[in-house]
């Protein structure tokens, strides 16, 4: 029997070259593990009982379609809704023969940060049961760090990778934009939204990476990329300049265990070669989150506007047609989506556009030039991945305003459309603390190198202390 | 006071590529429905539109051809409303960067109009609703709707024109000229019975002399050109009487039954919907290299105005028009003989029969056209309806079946004197006009089948005797 708890993809997939194990039988070994263990998780929303592919199986975020299998991006309003072909992604998968094992919960359609938004209830922290796993991608996460799956996509439009990575004590790959492919990906805010692997080393993450980038003729904002994927190896960070935005570090709400752990770590990296420095990010830590809030809720208010109920998941039927669109919108939409969809409705609005859409693409604009000047002096820039380690379940879900606070740290870059991996660095209170590393687009090369040698020398375990 | 009316047009045009805008369904009329459709035009999740380059290179020569400027880097935008035939609740259209801009299009006349292109920008079209349980197919009281996604993301070109027509019969001889510029590119067969040229008129009028603009009324689904020119002039009235009476215009839409002209139109109030337009993030701006617009520009045809300008040289304006505007100019050209005889031939006779002008051997066209008086009315339409065959020579129909033979007709024309001796009196005593009348006589009893020449000849004769 496969020990699914440590092992990892790339040793995995070692296993299947050595011929000791078939992708059925690794496929098999974490299905009896997602019946023992998920149970209390609820990671999964569903699995796939037949493994389709001899490689190392995978988990998806439900929001990647699947040809064949049911995808609800965590939402009422798509339950029973089948896809009737593979999103990229998926496909892509496949041709590399990876099973899927199942789709993983996610807070509705990737609106939120504790999974406590999903429609078919939250995921629980492998670390700690009482506690979130972050999100949106939490179940991915969790599954990751349970090993329930060797490795999972998620999806980061404001740190929906990086932030349940960081608080589940994974890697997560949020990809600079334009390089894995939309297409197949329930939309949330079309100019955010990459898929990203989440894995527990980051040579994991860089393989899966490798197989699911690059341009796709299905999505027209996806571009080529300037060099292969480089699976990493070296153990220095010599000639690294790292540069630490004092924005990202001092931001009120990081918990001292935090700063602690990723302080560390930033001395870490001094050891290990790089040259350290400090740097600026005024208005991109500032105006960031407000400038997220209105872009991406206007981009959903748009994108969820096709769930009507006329052609496929949840209808609602009313008289006529306007109120079977409201009853089944009332009835398939949770609060979040809700309260997105009104904020972006009214940021778009004729007389408002301007000062709101408009001003927070001038914003946008200002925040990527904030950071490629800092780049123009470093490398990579570094922080804590979330102010927070994994909070309480329920702690944050009456206040919408103290959860979006939760990616305050990974929304500037991402607004940029710029790559962040987050690797764990440590613990604090017995949960894991993420490290954040950003790097200018097409770096993920370079985020990999720094990533891993960080990863050697940081030793961090894996495997959650309860289920050693 | 003399009023002018102020006409301005937006035109739907769909374009004949292979396959739909955004996804790569086929461009389909006559299908059963719902069976062109794909996860993109039906909006499944997660699906994304990647733009037709034909469309977007079509678009760019249409914009020529109407003497726009086409920009450097023109957006998609997304204009968003719910509604079924509307499948993603938003339609990817251009905003305020549209592909072509500033044009104009001249309607040659006794004095030219030159009519402002503000803009024609690319966008999808939208599925077609189908309302059961009323008889016409419309929305009031029908018992459900259904949707045929078919249509749903074909490429469609608007063209806004500047309110620069001032009458009904400009406005007919502007859209028939637009049509057949946009027929003659090849990229649109622009035929409203199929649904592939649509348009909506906006009407005011003003105290002539004035350059005020007054309140408009919008005037939708009209199903000709005909049809729409008598729809504008009658509202221009309604308007100037409104004025006359002391009224003041309230700005509405009048939607007409496409289905039956004479029923008085449906009208509502303009709502002032808010469409939430934003730049489409699912595609990157469109960036016409210059190559590909001077490669556009170097391909355009003689537009059919200049044509037009031509042929009202040998002809009038409205005939040189109609023959333009029907595609006929060119065999008109090509054809012998007199002029006005070949152009009345073309626009009258010529037109029931269907016959594609490209197919026809002109020579033997004109030869035909030449003879005609000499061949029944029946047989000559015969004719002309085989003008299109490859093996067609007019020398079958010249004489052919005309009785020319005198043995054969003298007892005939013997007749009809007997018969009618208070004419040959007449006749003989200076009434000549009466000539006619015999020929007519004798045709008559031989069905059309006498040659008139020899018949003339025959009825001379025997009368002066």
Redesign the interface.
């Known amino acids: 029997m496969t020990d699914t708890l440590r092992l990892t993809a790339e040793e995995a997939m070692g296993l299947v070259e050595r011929g000791e194990a078939s992708g059925a039988e690794l496929h098999a070994a974490y299905l009896d593990a997602i019946r023992d263990r998920d149970g209390e998780l609820n990671a999964y929303l569903r699995t796939v009982d037949e493994a389709d592919g001899a490689g190392v199986p995978i988990a998806f975020k439900d ?1 990647i ?1 699947s040809k064949g299998v049911e ?1 609800t ?1 965590g939402s009422k309003i ?1 339950s029973g ?1 089948i ?3 593979d ?1 990229t992604v998926a496909s892509r998968c496949r041709e590399a023969g990876l099973p899927l094992l199942g789709k993983t919960n996610m807070d509705e359609f990737a609106m939120g940060s504790s999974t406590e938004n999903s429609a078919f209830g939250p995921t629980r922290n492998p670390w700690d049961p009482d506690r979130v796993p972050g999100g949106s991608s939490g179940g991915s996460a969790a599954a990751v760090a349970a090993g329930l799956a060797p490795w999972a996509l998620g999806s980061d439009t404001g740190g929906s990778v990086k932030q349940p990575a960081s608080l589940c004590g994974i890697v997560g790959l949020r990809p600079t934009y334009g390089t894995v492919s ?6 949330f ?3 955010l939204d990459q898929i990203g692997p989440m894995t527990k080393t980051v040579r994991d993450n860089a393989l899966l990476y490798r197989i699911v980038a690059g341009r796709d ?5 996806t571009v080529e990329l300037p060099e292969p994927v480089a699976i990493p190896d070296r153990e220095d960070l010599k000639g690294v300049r790292v540069g630490v935005p004092r924005e990202l570090n001092e931001a009120e709400g990081i918990e001292p265990g935090v700063k602690e752990a990723v302080d560390r770590t930033i001395e870490l990296c001094r050891e290990l070669g790089a040259d350290v420095g400090e740097t600026s990010l005024p208005r991109a830590v500032e105006y960031g989150l407000a400038c997220y809030y209105l872009v991406a809720p ?2 959903a ?2 994108n969820l ?2 769930y ?1 109920g ?3 998941g949840l209808r609602v039927d009313g008289p006529n ?2 109120e079977m ?1 409201e009853k089944t919108r009332d009835a398939g939409f949770g609060d979040e989506p809700k309260r997105r969809i009104m904020l972006g ?1 009214y940021a ?3 007389g408002y ?1 301007d000062a709101y ?1 408009g001003q927070a693409q001038r914003v946008r604009t200002v925040i990527a030039q904030e950071h490629a000047a800092a780049f123009e002096q470093f490398d990579v820039l570094v922080s804590p991945t979330s102010p927070t380690v994994a909070f309480k379940l329920g702690e944050k879900a009456e206040n919408p305003l103290a959860m979006y606070l939760s990616d305050v740290l990974t929304i500037p870059s991402n607004m940029a459309g710029l790559p962040g991996l987050s690797i764990p660095c440590g613990l604090s209170d017995g949960l894991p603390v993420g490290f954040q590393l950003i790097g200018p687009q097409f770096s993920e090369n370079l985020l990999f190198r720094t990533g891993h040698a960080l990863e050697r020398a940081i030793g961090f375990d894996f495997v959650p202390g309860r289920l050693q | 006071m003399n009023w002018e009316p102020v006409i301005g047009l937006e035109i739907h045009i769909h374009l004949k590529t292979r396959t739909k805008m955004f996804c790569r369904c086929e461009v389909a009329y006559s299908e059963p429905e719902n069976t062109r459709t794909c996860p993109v035009c039906l909006a499944y999740p997660g699906s994304l539109p990647v733009p037709n380059a034909k469309a977007v290179e079509w678009t760019i020569k249409l914009g020529l051809a109407l003497d726009c400027r086409i920009a450097e880097r023109a957006i998609f935008h997304r204009k968003n409303y719910f509604y079924p035939d509307n499948p993603k609740a938003y339609q990817i259209s251009q905003y305020d960067e549209p592909l072509c801009l500033d044009g104009r299009l001249v309607v040659p006349g006794e004095s030219d109009t030159e009519v402002g292109i503000v803009r024609a920008h690319l966008e999808e079209d939208a599925a077609k609703n189908v309302h059961l349980g009323t008889a016409e197919g419309r929305i009031s009281g029908a018992s459900a709707t259904l949707v045929d996604f078919n249509r749903a993301g074909t490429p469609l070109v608007e063209i806004v024109t500047q309110p620069d027509l001032r009458s009904a019969d400009e406005a007919r001889r502007f859209l028939q000229l637009l049509r057949q510029t946009v027929v003659e590119l090849g990229i649109s067969d622009a035929e409203m019975e199929k649904g592939s040229l649509r348009f909506d008129v906006n009407v005011s009028v003003r105290p002539e002399g004035s350059d005020e603009l007054r309140t408009r009324t919008e005037l939708k689904n009209l199903n000709s050109f005909a049809f729409a020119a008598r729809a504008i002039e009658r509202e221009v009235e309604r308007q100037i009487g409104i004025y006359e009476s002391g009224g003041e215009v309230e700005q509405e839409t009048l939607h007409f039954d496409p289905g039956k002209e004479s029923a008085p139109p449906l009208r509502s109030k303009e709502e002032a919907q808010d469409y939430r337009y934003f730049p489409e993030p699912d595609l990157v701006p469109i960036e016409p290299p210059a190559e590909l617009v001077e490669r556009a520009r170097s391909e355009l045809p003689e537009p059919p105005g200049a044509r037009i300008h031509r042929l009202a040289g040998e002809l009038d304006h409205a005939t040189a028009a109609d023959l333009v505007t029907s595609g006929r100019d060119s065999l008109y050209e090509r054809v012998p003989g007199d002029r006005r005889a070949v152009a009345n031939v073309l626009m009258n006779q010529f037109a029931t029969t269907g016959v594609d002008p490209g197919a026809v051997d002109a020579d033997e066209l004109g030869k035909l056209i030449e003879a005609r008086s000499r061949i029944p009315r029946d047989r000559f339409l015969e004719a002309l309806g085989k003008s299109g065959d490859p093996s067609f020579a007019a020398d079958a129909y010249l004489g052919d079946g005309l009785v020319a033979d005198t043995s054969e007709l003298e007892p005939i024309v013997d007749r009809i004197l007997e018969a009618n001796p208070g004419q040959v009196e007449s006749y003989r005593g200076g009434k000549e006009g009466l000539l006619g009348f015999f020929v007519g006589q004798v045709m008559r009893e031989t069905q059309g089948k006498a040659d008139p020449k020899v018949v003339n000849q025959l009825l001379r004769e025997k009368l002066s005797a």
């Open positions: 929001l379609s995808t991006a798509l809704y896809p009737v072909f999103s939309r297409y197949g990906i329930v939309a805010a079309s100019s003729h299905c999505d027209t904002t206007a981009e208010s748009s506007a096709r009507d006329a052609r496929y047609v306007r669109y409705a778009l609005s004729a556009y859409y």
